[in-house]
């Protein structure tokens, strides 16, 4: 079984600001992993995606996240947020082979504040 | 958006009635899925569907069946419905690498 904890619910952060969300996985097995956001009354877009290669993976909107194997981490980030970024934040996980059925954290919303 | 129509958008209901909710998809994607979302946690499983009547439960399938009749449309329904399944319902389908999400249906059950 895989698990997602994102350990902050709620960020503030100032427009212009660097802000950094939270993720750890649990998996025995290799695993695929994504930031997807969510405007209000809107459904889920993907930002970034780590499948395989290099650590650093880039996304939409400025967003950056690095996976790191041995603190099972695939923190996001984003040097200077915009008051458009305010929205909710989930990472998700899933292990190759298992009908790509995704397993969410709980969110963080990202409230960015002038 | 993939070609993800969900419906309806909106619902209401009174507990103990039926209910089924809609996922259309254009682009003839194998694997699709619904979710429920509920504040602090996050997006949770309900069914997937991995081929035309073939499905699975997810982690929070009790209450919940689905059916697959055409490629194209993926049935939820909830045989009777509960205050507990008062909800946002996602539905998604995986496509090369990444899952899209449909628009959500906003069920309450009074």
């Known amino acids: 079984a895989q698990s997602v904890t994102q350990l902050d619910s709620q960020v503030p952060v100032f427009e212009e600001a660097p802000v950094e969300l939270r993720c750890n996985y649990s998996?025995?097995?290799?695993?695929?992993l994504f930031w997807y956001v969510q405007y209000p009354n809107q459904g889920l877009q993907l930002l970034l995606k780590?499948?395989?290669?290099?650590?650093l993976v880039k996304g939409i909107n400025g967003f950056e996240a690095e996976f790191n194997k041995s603190q099972t981490s695939f923190h996001l980030r984003k040097p200077s947020v915009h008051i458009s970024d305010t929205a909710e934040y989930f990472c998700?996980?899933?292990?190759?082979?298992?009908?790509?059925?995704?397993?969410f954290g709980t969110g963080t919303q990202l409230k960015v504040e002038l | 958006d993939a070609g993800i129509t969900q419906s309806p958008r909106h619902k209401v209901t009174e507990t103990g009635t039926p209910v089924t909710l809609r996922c259309h998809q254009t682009?003839?994607?194998?694997?699709m899925y619904w979710y429920r979302q509920d504040p602090g946690h996050g997006l949770r499983l309900i069914h997937y569907?991995?081929?035309?009547?073939?499905?699975d439960k997810g982690e929070v399938s009790d209450g919940y069946s689905v059916s697959r009749s055409k490629t194209e449309d993926f049935l939820l329904t909830l045989e009777s419905a509960t205050s507990s399944q008062t909800s946002v319902y996602f539905c998604?389908?995986?496509?090369?690498?990444?899952?899209?999400f449909g628009q959500g249906t906003r069920l309450t059950v009074v």
């Open positions: 682009e003839n994607h194998r694997y």
């Open positions: 998996s025995s097995v290799s695993v695929y």
């Open positions: 569907s991995y081929g035309v009547k073939d499905t």
């Open positions: 998604a389908v995986q496509g090369a690498a990444e899952a899209f």
């Open positions: 998700a996980v899933t292990h190759t082979g298992g009908g790509n059925k995704l397993t």
């Open positions: 780590y499948l395989s290669g290099s650590t």
